[in-house]
């Protein structure tokens, strides 16, 4: 199920926003502090990379995506197919989609600065 629903994720991502990442929610990334200037991000759930880097190619930063390996988990368990994290990832994207539809200026603008106080 994990499965269907990253495939449906990627997919959303890339048809309403254009992200062609291929693992958005890989844990592994990697920034120069200057690229993270004046970004900043409203969700604080699984939307939150999807948003990041949205905002970073909106913004005309370059992405540029790398393998790395993937281990099977050691602890902790997966919350990807948890009806809470679903509604609240479906609720931040359709928010962003629509803010950048309506004013793109403002919604690139709203949120928390990734690297505090600029």
């Known amino acids: 199920m994990r499965t269907l629903y990253a495939k449906a994720y990627r997919l959303a991502n890339r048809i309403f926003f254009g992200l062609l990442v291929t693992d958005v929610d890989c844990a592994c990334k990697l920034f120069r502090r200057d690229a993270l200037a004046g970004i ?24 540029v995506e790398v393998g790395v390996p993937h281990y099977p988990r050691t602890a902790g368990s997966p919350t990807g197919a948890n009806p809470k994290v679903v509604v609240r990832a479906m609720r931040d994207f359709w928010a962003l989609r629509l803010r950048l539809w309506a004013a793109p200026r403002r919604a690139l603008s709203r949120g928390v600065p990734i690297l505090g106080q600029d």
């Open 40 to 63: 900043n991000v409203e969700s604080g759930g699984a939307f939150f990379s999807a948003e990041l880097l949205i905002k970073l190619r909106a913004s005309g930063r370059s992405v």
